[in-house]
């Protein structure tokens, strides 16, 4: 359903919908980030491979999962964007002001609201990884880290 | 904890954890993705730019939410793997054998069962996106789409 014009919290042209009454299936929080940004207004629109450093804490039980992580150059980051609301089919971002369908912008905005993005890899230290230039919130929930896709493969004869 | 090598849902090597007592968010499936596969053994192990056309069929109240998405070349695709174990933090992929972390590599298996692949976007009929060379089951619920993000995210399926 539309909301009226006069919901303070979306803008003119957005569109709210009724959400499910129930979700179908259950992620877990395996780590928390660390960025420099403390508040939504300051964190940038993407992030940039020479971004500013940045921290993944891997949770207990997950970070035995890490192992062999450090052969990744680039990993792919998956985040809950816990701030975000997630009933907006459409959306007017206010850096170009046009209307768009929630699935043509990368907006924190969503049903489901993951972030996903491939960062360099700086360093491994324990169950922290150190990269560079995420855009997200201090304080995000982890849900996965992945290779880069076209760094998957048969290791080289010169790994362990 | 270690599962006893004798259990036989694990290859030599592999460790399972037990799994959390609860699950920290929750997600909609807000569609369902149709594939030639219908068994996980004619998965291919990677998606292809290439590989044969798929349908995206996005469910309601979702479908106003793709409002502008056929000017994306290619989109990103997010998918929860429905048929994966989560608690496994070390595997011994078939083909290769060795020992990895789970977050060293992308197996479906993983304490969140979600895919990404960026696919060109072929056609939009109504609530349906056809794309290329998408790597999942018949069937699998969709979590997100986005359009690509230039430059700086997932890297997509495989060149031709």
Chains 1, 2 share one sequence.
Request: proline share 11%; hydrophobic share 35%.
């Amino acid at each position: 359903m539309n909301r009226p014009e006069t919901d303070p919290t979306i803008r003119d042209g957005e569109r709210a919908v009724a959400l499910p009454a129930a979700t179908d299936a259950g992620v877990y929080f395996i780590g928390r980030i660390h960025t420099p940004y403390t508040d939504r207004s300051e964190c940038p629109r993407q992030g940039r491979a020479d971004g500013p450093e940045c921290e993944i804490e891997v949770f207990e039980p997950w970070a035995a999962a890490l192992e062999g992580i450090e052969n990744a150059p680039r990993i792919e980051v998956l985040y809950w964007l816990h701030e975000a609301r997630r009933d907006l089919v459409a959306q007017v971002p206010r850096h170009h002001g046009e209307r768009r369908g929630t699935f043509a912008l990368r907006s924190p905005v969503r049903p489901n609201p993951i972030g996903t993005l491939v960062v360099p890899l700086v360093a491994v230290r324990g169950n922290r990884l150190i990269v560079r230039g995420l855009d997200c919130l201090d304080g995000t929930p982890l849900i996965d880290i992945k290779p880069e896709r076209c760094a998957f493969g048969p290791a080289p004869a010169n790994q362990p």
